[in-house]
């Protein structure tokens, strides 16, 4: 068989298999994506034009020995050399993009491709020296040595490789960056297949589309980028101007003269419609605050997380000056977070965006987000929601509330000493344990002291008045998190809504009843209230475990194409940017 012969079985082998891979699932492509690429094949390899070049071998042993490139920008490359070392020892040419001095058909185009491919998922195409690559491809396409076209040969490799890794995967271990409990989801996954197409003549970016999270919201999160980074190359609005003195807010139909560059921002965010005419004035003053510009700001507000009452205090103006470089950056931390979770394109899932304060359900057989509500998450400061993904298998109605210790502690103990009707009023009882048949004890000194030692705890009654409303939702974890209702129904009015010690409290717990209990058709809507105004808890098993995906991004586009852009309340955009910024490879 001739070399040539030999380069196409290869191929060949590697499309089929990956062709056969089946189920959508993180390590491998999916199916109905890879039929419908480039084919492969449309150039053949390349014939070596003379022997393996001692001084190819020299330079490629030299940096996969080294596990550095010392002309890329991230010149460890200890994230890729095993790959490099199985990669490189399987050409026996010496090189992967070459044949001897000839270049793989497909090298060109890849080269050219991919400073687009990577702006396009949301990555800097400086963090795969996409402008160095260039540079050097002239180099060598003039006549480069042969050290020369090893180290862009193995740069491009390197380059590609963190490429198609940060789009499937992301570019960093959330739990051991963030803490988020996301590990266990990780899969293996082999960029390498792709590369042997690419090489070939295949398409990047369709390469990439293999590769990228299968959410649509991923797919609208790519469509909201272009669009920031358009609006970028026209130009950034004028900033609106701060409110001056004795003035402290504009509200409607007063005159300010903020208006124009008011009407400015509001356009450049699709507030107010292109076009639409929204300055009016009286001829002895500045322009009037009135009539569609109310309505773009109240839109405004109610994306960025503001009260949508339409006047223009301090907050809004600072959230319309936000620059569009800084919403591009929401939107790339938001598709990195999407990149660490496993498909989930075929299981019915409940979503909790934290920072958004927000829910929301999806089920592969239902178009849209079959159920959305709001939710009241951990406080900013001292009582943060953890993020992971569990499986919810039962819900309680009517349940007790067993508060944990450092709630007793720190909370209702102290009130308890001072007021001896304390207990009584918030319908707290003293039990020897957290079963629901343990007999309730009474408030002595000495029974409260057994409180603080740990040796008894307190629930709380079920009912109207319970800290938990009338349903709680378990999907067991580590951090003893659930969802459940809530007296305190006017907190959900509020734009910013996070008040609670960590759990999830849910605007509408018989609407998320009726829907996880979907498919017991005995538990019907009636049923459900019924449980819930009964006289004493009642479990029910969920047929099927349910994912529930604790999740936080800043940035958000609902299944309308409503864009959101939320406050950093915990600072995991802060922090997951620091990380990104210490480059390749990623050091936990």
């Known amino acids: 068989m001739s070399r040539s012969a030999g380069r196409m079985t290869l191929?060949?082998?590697v499309v089929a298999s990956v062709l056969a891979a089946g189920?959508?699932?993180r390590g491998a492509l999916p199916t109905p994506h890879v039929q419908a690429t480039a084919s492969p094949l449309a150039s053949p390899p390349?014939?070596?034009d003379g022997p393996p070049d001692p001084a190819v071998a020299k330079a490629v042993g030299e940096v996969i020995h080294s596990a550095r490139h010392p002309e890329l920008k991230w010149p460890d490359v200890s994230d890729v050399a095993p790959t490099l070392q199985a990669l490189y020892d399987a050409e026996?040419?010496?090189?992967?993009?070459?044949?001897?001095?000839?270049?793989?058909?497909?090298v060109a185009s890849v080269v050219d491709a991919l400073p687009q491919a990577a702006i396009e998922q949301g990555l800097d195409p400086a963090d795969y020296d996409a402008a160095a690559i260039a540079a050097r491809w002239a180099t060598v396409r003039a006549g480069g040595t042969a050290t020369q076209r090893a180290m862009f040969d193995l740069g491009l490799s390197v380059s590609l490789l963190r490429l198609e890794t940060a789009v499937h995967l992301g570019r960093i271990d959330p739990n051991a960056a963030l803490g988020w409990d996301y590990a266990s989801m990780r899969k293996s996954f082999d960029p390498t297949p792709l590369l042997r197409e690419l090489r070939l003549g295949a398409a990047l970016d369709r390469g990439l589309a293999l590769l990228e999270p299968s959410f649509t919201h991923y797919a609208r999160a790519r469509r909201v980028l272009a669009n920031l980074r358009t609006a970028v190359a026209n130009g950034e609005p004028p900033q609106v101007p701060e409110i001056q003195k004795p003035l402290k807010k504009i509200e409607p139909a007063k005159p300010w003269i903020g208006v124009p560059a008011l009407a400015a921002r509001?356009?450049?965010?699709?507030?107010?419609?292109?076009?639409?005419?929204?300055?009016a004035s009286d001829?002895?003053?500045?322009?009037?605050?009135?009539?569609?510009l109310v309505d773009a700001v109240k839109s405004f507000q109610r994306r960025h997380g503001l009260e949508p009452d339409g006047v223009i205090g301090a907050g809004t103006i600072a959230k319309l000056n936000v620059p569009i470089a800084h919403r591009i950056r929401q939107v790339e931390l938001g598709m990195e977070r999407m990149r660490w979770l496993p498909p989930m394109a075929n299981e019915p899932t409940i979503f909790v965006n934290v920072p958004l304060?927000?829910?929301?359900?999806?089920?592969?057989?239902?178009?849209?987000?079959?159920?959305?509500?709001?939710?009241v998450v951990g406080k900013s400061l001292d009582h943060h929601t953890p993020i992971f993904m569990a499986q919810m298998a039962y819900v309680v109605f009517r349940p007790y509330w067993n508060p944990p210790y450092n709630i007793l502690k720190n909370e209702i103990l102290p009130r308890a000493r001072r007021d001896p009707s304390y207990l009584a009023k918030e319908n707290l009882e003293i039990v020897a344990s957290g079963d629901d048949s343990a007999p309730a004890l009474r408030a002595t000194p000495d029974n409260l002291a057994a409180v603080a030692a740990g040796r008894l705890t307190m629930r709380q009654k079920p009912g109207p008045k319970n800290s938990l409303g009338l349903a709680k939702f378990i999907f067991p974890n580590s951090e003893s998190i659930y969802m459940h209702g809530t007296p305190a129904q006017s907190l959900f009015s509020r734009a910013r809504r996070d008040f609670s010690h960590g759990c999830i409290r849910l605007e509408n717990p018989a609407a998320l009843a009726e829907w996880v209990l979907r498919d017991q058709p005995e538990w019907t809507k009636e049923k459900i209230l019924q449980a819930m105004n009964g006289d004493r808890p009642t479990r029910v098993n969920l047929t099927k475990p349910l994912t529930v995906v604790l999740f936080?991004?800043?940035?958000h586009v609902s299944s309308q194409g409503v864009v959101y852009f939320v406050d950093d309340i915990y600072g995991d955009d802060k922090q997951l940017d620091e990380w990104l910024r210490k480059g390749y490879p990623y050091q936990p």
């Open 23 to 25: 189920a959508c699932k």
């Open 92 to 106: 026996p040419d010496g090189l992967f993009w070459f044949a001897g001095t000839v270049p793989y058909p497909g």
């Open 46 to 48: 390349p014939e070596p």
């Open 11 to 13: 191929v060949l082998a």
């Open 266 to 279: 509001l356009r450049a965010s699709h507030d107010l419609p292109a076009g639409q005419e929204a300055i």
């Open 552 to 555: 936080y991004d800043t940035f």
């Open 283 to 292: 001829a002895s003053g500045p322009p009037l605050y009135t009539g569609p």
């Open 357 to 375: 304060f927000r829910l929301w359900a999806t089920d592969p057989s239902v178009e849209g987000e079959p159920l959305r509500m709001n939710v």
